[in-house]
Nanobody
């Protein structure tokens, strides 16, 4: 069983910072792309940032320059450093990973349980 476990959410004032972590555990061949998504009430889930196995990154326009995604392949962990937070960043943040199993023949999409980030004005 593959699991993604997130941590690091919470309540912060506008202008503050938070760091989210997401660790993958279980039996798998490799972790390919990893990313963070968010979903605010009444909105669709949207991509915040993604990072490839080789370290290439991409960001939503709304967070570019404020958020930084990184990964530690030795720890099977992806991070999201969030700076200059705004009230509109308030949402449940979900970790996502594309993980290969079965000797690398099959790739599946896994999700974390979500962590709440609330930014007060």
């Amino acid at each position: 069983q593959v699991q993604l476990v997130e941590s690091g959410g919470g309540l912060v004032q506008a202008g503050g910072s938070l760091r989210l972590s997401c660790a993958a555990s279980g039996s798998f061949f490799s972790i390919n792309a990893m990313g963070w998504y968010r979903q605010a009430p009444g909105n669709q889930r949207e991509l915040v940032a993604a990072i490839s196995s080789g370290g290439s990154t991409n960001y939503a326009d709304s967070v570019n320059g404020r958020f930084t995604i990184s990964r530690d392949n030795a720890k099977n962990t992806v991070y999201l450093q969030m700076n200059s937070l705004k009230p509109e960043d308030t949402a449940v943040y979900y970790c996502n990973a594309k993980i290969a199993i079965g000797g690398g023949r099959y790739e599946y999409n896994y999700w974390g349980q979500g962590t709440q980030v609330t930014v007060s004005s």
